[in-house]
């Protein structure tokens, strides 16, 4: 999953939400890395879906109003695929 | 939520998975609107999420051996809002 | 294409900009459909960029210190096929 | 902007595509940042919009039929920010 939590009424400075929201992530034990433009996690559905949840309750809850959240979220049943296997295939491809 | 489910592998027609994946959300309850690039959903978190699992599950079942899918997902404490409401905010105010 | 343009640091009411960009989408001439996240725009690569870059321009001037779009944006060269066409292909197969 | 090319009708293995296109950006000298779910793209807006207008024309020359993109994009007029400034606001406020 690709997770890009925006928070809306609280300005334009939203990275202490953003922060709340990772070390949700880092204490549901789920693999993370973080980027430019949001946060990519590894993890079985139930256990990422649920700490998507608690990052929009928690963000309400430090204040913000409204929240709007963009999510890409990949599945496949033909073979495993870590993040960093992701990555590597495409690295490993270039010149 | 806004729903784009993509299956991969399955050639460039997806409608039948679309359709199948309509149908779940249906029989769900949720209150949903399709549209040329995806479909609205209205609803609480855990039924709309359970709904979208179950989405993947199916369109797998159905011989998809990869899916991602892109979701917008709005949740707001201020005040409740309809998806119809949030279209009518912004028709009313238009010329 | 899905655009979803969502401007940062004014506040939980968004509406204005989206009625803005709505019209600079139709000064445009593009095929628009709205709904309740986002709006559906048809037409050929440049138009259709140009106008979201207007939209980006106008949304500034009118304030926000701070814009996150999100955009889905699909191209075929197998087939035409119209956003209304996109539609039909699936309601045409549900019960 | 997070950039996240999906070619339809090839299969599920899409790297070769990824790659086609991380080199169409390195060549436009635009700043990126490959991750395990897109890439992020650091630039002028015309600049980067035309890479990417690019990689959807090179991705259909390669024999993609169809292609599905999802893009986040920012931009602001409060301040400068880089792509590794908006990681690093983050980070220094992690515990």
Same mark, same amino acid.
């Given at each position: 999953?690709? %997770?890009? =939590? ?11 939400? =953003? ?5 949700? %992530?880092?204490?549901?034990? %789920? ?18 879906? &649920? &700490?998507?949840?608690?990052? #929009?309750?928690?963000? #309400? ?11 890409? %979220? ?15 295939? =495409? ?5």
């Amino acid at each position: 999953m690709d %997770l890009c =939590v925006v928070p809306i009424g609280v300005g334009v400075s939203v990275s202490k939400y =953003v922060v709340a929201c990772h070390e949700i %992530l880092k204490e549901a034990g %789920l693999e993370t890395e973080l980027h430019a433009y949001g946060t990519n996690i590894e993890g079985e559905w139930d256990e990422v879906l &649920a &700490a998507v949840k608690k990052c #929009h309750e928690t963000i #309400h809850q430090l204040g913000a109003p409204r929240i709007t959240t963009t999510i890409k %979220l990949g599945t496949r049943i033909d073979k495993p695929q870590t993040m960093s296997e992701k990555v590597e295939s =495409v690295v490993k491809q270039m010149k």
